[in-house]
């Protein structure tokens, strides 16, 4: 009862591998700037009573917020690059439509 062949393909493991690799990175990014981004909120709205869950919420709305708008951003550019491409691959499909009439 083991994965046939054509699963196995379907599954495009080496895509999936690069992904995991990836979001790992992008974790370890994430860990590294928590404390910077802690220091900051507790140095812009400094606590008198030592009570940090307020900064802890400012701070999780603060960067949802900035990923929110860079998501926003990267899907954007994402949209233009495809279109971008699609004009290019346009322009050399338009060339062998050309090339396929001159030979007939």
Same mark, same amino acid.
């Given at each position: 009862?083991?994965?046939?062949q054509?699963?196995?393909e379907?599954?495009?493991?080496?895509?999936?591998?690069?992904?995991?690799?990836? +979001?790992?990175?992008?974790?370890v %990014?994430a860990?590294?700037?928590k404390d #910077?981004?802690?220091a +900051?909120?507790?140095h812009?709205m400094p $606590?008198?009573?030592?009570? #940090? !869950?307020?900064g802890?919420?400012?701070t999780?709305?603060?960067? +949802?917020? !900035?990923?929110?708008? !860079?998501?926003?951003?990267? !899907?954007?550019i994402?949209?233009? %690059?495809?279109?971008?491409?699609?004009?290019?691959q346009s322009?050399?499909?338009? $060339?062998? $439509?050309d090339?396929?009439?001159k030979?007939?």
């Amino acid at each position: 009862m083991g994965i046939n062949q054509e699963d196995f393909e379907k599954l495009n493991m080496r895509g999936i591998v690069i992904s995991s690799i990836m +979001t790992a990175f992008g974790l370890v %990014v994430a860990l590294a700037w928590k404390d #910077t981004i802690n220091a +900051t909120v507790a140095h812009v709205m400094p $606590d008198n009573d030592d009570g #940090t !869950l307020k900064g802890m919420y400012i701070t999780a709305v603060a960067v +949802t917020a !900035l990923v929110m708008g !860079l998501a926003m951003l990267v !899907l954007k550019i994402n949209v233009r %690059v495809e279109k971008e491409i699609e004009r290019v691959q346009s322009y050399f499909d338009d $060339d062998d $439509d050309d090339d396929e009439k001159k030979d007939a």
